[in-house]
């Protein structure tokens, strides 16, 4: 059943959200409450139904045990202002004081436990320690795409004890939908466009794309192990020597699957590693010694916009060229300027990874695609065909164990 078909009415409900959101390291003032909006629709759902509210967090990396920078109280005020709630909140994640204030809660209001990585059980996924937080609540839902790869306590080992009484939220539900819309039945033509740093981050990600899409765009710093691996000269651009072999059995998988594998032909070429640096343009097989390559050609890049204009489904993953750098980031403006144009023709376009987002954020093109996913790291994983494990926790209809300690 989609979350939205619930009914909360009455629910204690346990909810694991993403508020892993960057704060000032003075004043604690958080510089970017996207995640926290991104939960919104989830916690105003179970509140407007009558429903009252346990929420659960990580945020940062703590090393043991409480540290102040790392405390959830720092939010408390701004998600007040967010659900235009007053908010409760417990300097403890389970134990007596959080039962007790979790049972005293009565329907509309909202409790926000500790920041759960102050235990290390949390990470290591504890049975224990995933059933004192169980006791938190009558229902469970998990809201958090961001981490749902690991089997932590949080996310996947409470699910044990919520056997019929566990839910994806609203923006967890709606990531797997459109990574199945892209991943399970996608309208052809299909093209992946994967960019980004190198080749070994993105290898069973495009493994996994090969025998689903019609083309391939690769762009960025491992276009160049391409060329290399294709006997090309390529100066002093990234190149990961380790992965030529495998750069070779992708260009032939390709090619015995019929799939178009595009690679850039022309290069944007820099002599250092900087915005201000002395720049030309060369044939991405022929860069000159002591040069390097930091975003694709003019070439490829009316090459690249003609595949995407002819595409119907369309996922992008990583940048063509150093977009952080101005010098350097016509590839990546012109990429996601086409996505956005092969969206309004009506191609549905799911734009994800870290840096992919970063680069549609910067030109405010975030709402003009179909979907933006949240999740780095999830994401990644769910598109190189792993099953994440706060993902099999939900749907799982018995109890499981998938790790203890
Ligand atoms: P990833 O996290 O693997 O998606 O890589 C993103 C990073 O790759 C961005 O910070 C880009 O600046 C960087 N990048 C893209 N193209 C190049 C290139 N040609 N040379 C060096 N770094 C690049």
Same mark, same amino acid.
Request: glycine share 12%; aromatic share 8%.
């Given at each position: 059943m989609s979350f939205k078909d619930l009914n909360f009415s009455n629910k204690k409900v346990l909810v694991r959200v993403d508020f892993n959101v960057p704060l000032e390291p003075d004043t604690f003032r958080i510089t970017d409450d996207t995640r926290m909006k991104a939960a919104l629709p989830t916690l105003n759902k179970v509140l407007n139904d009558g429903g009252s509210l346990v929420i659960m967090s990580h945020l940062g990396r703590p090393k043991l045990g409480f540290e102040e920078k790392f405390s959830l109280k720092h939010i408390v005020s701004h998600l007040g202002d967010l659900l235009n709630k007053e908010i409760q909140f417990c300097g403890d994640s389970i134990g007596e004081e959080a039962q007790k204030m979790s049972s005293e809660l009565k329907p509309g209001q909202v409790l926000l436990i500790e920041n759960l990585r102050f235990y290390k059980h949390e990470t290591s996924g504890n049975l224990y320690f995933a059933e004192e937080l169980s006791k938190l609540g009558d229902f469970y839902v998990n809201d958090a795409f961001g981490t749902a790869h690991r089997a932590h306590a949080s996310t996947t080992m409470v699910a044990n004890f919520f056997t019929g009484k566990k839910s994806f939220g609203n923006l967890l539900e709606n990531e797997i939908n459109s990574l199945e819309k892209v991943l399970s039945a996608p309208k052809k033509p299909f093209t992946a466009i994967i960019g980004g740093a190198k080749v070994s981050g993105k290898i069973n990600v495009i493994e996994n794309l090969l025998d689903k899409v019609t083309d391939i765009?690769? #762009?960025?710093?491992?276009?160049?192990?391409? $060329? =290399?691996?294709?006997?090309?000269? *390529?100066?002093? &651009?990234?190149?990961?020597?380790?992965?030529?072999?495998?750069?070779?059995?992708?260009?032939?998988?390709?090619?015995?699957?019929?799939?178009?594998?595009?690679?850039?032909?022309?290069?944007?070429?820099?002599?250092?590693?900087?915005?201000?640096?002395?720049?030309?343009?060369?044939?991405?097989?022929?860069?000159?010694?002591?040069?390097? #390559?930091?975003?694709?050609?003019?070439?490829? $890049? =009316?090459?690249?916009?003609?595949? *995407?204009?002819? &595409?119907?489904?369309?996922?992008?993953?990583?940048?063509?060229?150093?977009?952080?750098?101005?010098?350097?980031?016509?590839?990546?403006?012109?990429i996601a300027y086409s996505v956005v144009e092969a969206t309004k023709n009506g191609a549905y376009s799911l734009v994800g990874g870290g840096d992919s987002v970063a680069a549609i954020n910067r030109y405010n093109l975030g709402d003009e695609v179909s979907y933006v996913s949240t999740g780095g790291g999830a994401m990644l994983e769910y598109l190189e065909g792993k099953e994440l494990p706060g993902v099999i926790a939900i749907n799982q209809k018995e109890g499981f164990r998938l790790n203890e300690d």
């Open positions: 765009i690769i #762009g960025g710093g491992m276009s160049y192990t391409f $060329i =290399k691996a294709q006997g090309g000269k *390529i100066g002093s &651009s990234l190149v990961e020597d380790n992965q030529i072999s495998t750069a070779k059995d992708i260009l032939k998988k390709a090619e015995k699957l019929g799939v178009n594998l595009h690679i850039p032909t022309d290069t944007v070429i820099a002599d250092s590693f900087s915005n201000d640096a002395n720049t030309d343009e060369c044939d991405i097989f022929e860069i000159p010694d002591g040069w390097m #390559g930091l975003d694709i050609g003019t070439k490829s $890049i =009316k090459q690249f916009k003609e595949v *995407i204009s002819r &595409s119907s489904t369309i996922l992008w993953n990583g940048p063509m060229g150093v977009f952080e750098m101005e010098s350097f980031e016509k590839g990546t403006k012109v």
